[in-house]
């Protein structure tokens, strides 16, 4: 099986995911929310890569084929490198889209958006 890219992204952008909560309708038209759980949903992290090989590029989008949006996986530590992230036990992440690959004459530059989900919904 393959395994995602290791080299250290040029950039990351990580978006905190949401409480799960529900929300209660009162009497009087008032809504209420009420958290289920101390866990988090949905952390996006975008990774941004410049500068690519095409081994690189190749080794992204095979990862992306063989995966697609259904399918959890690890990162790898280079991914998060730098980062104080930490990722509870059996949660794994998987792509929110395909990868987003840009060519110019010199060089290919990718991004890609990954969601964290927790082990049953992976």
């Not at 998060?80 to 059996?90: A, D, K, N, V």
């Amino acid at each position: 099986m393959s395994s995602f890219l290791i080299v250290p992204p040029s950039q990351r952008v990580l978006i905190p995911g949401e409480a799960v909560s529900s929300q209660l309708q009162m009497l009087n038209g008032d809504q209420h929310y009420v958290r289920q759980s101390n866990a988090t949903l949905n952390h996006t992290l975008t990774l941004s890569y410049a500068a690519l090989t095409n081994v690189e590029v190749f080794s992204l989008v095979s990862h992306y084929v063989l995966n697609g949006v259904f399918y959890g996986f690890d990162l790898p530590s280079e991914a998060t490198q730098g980062m104080t992230l930490s990722i509870p036990s059996g949660y794994l992440w998987r792509y929110a889209a395909a990868p987003e690959c840009e060519s110019s004459a010199s060089s290919t530059s990718a991004s890609v958006e990954l969601v964290l989900k927790p082990p049953s919904l992976t």
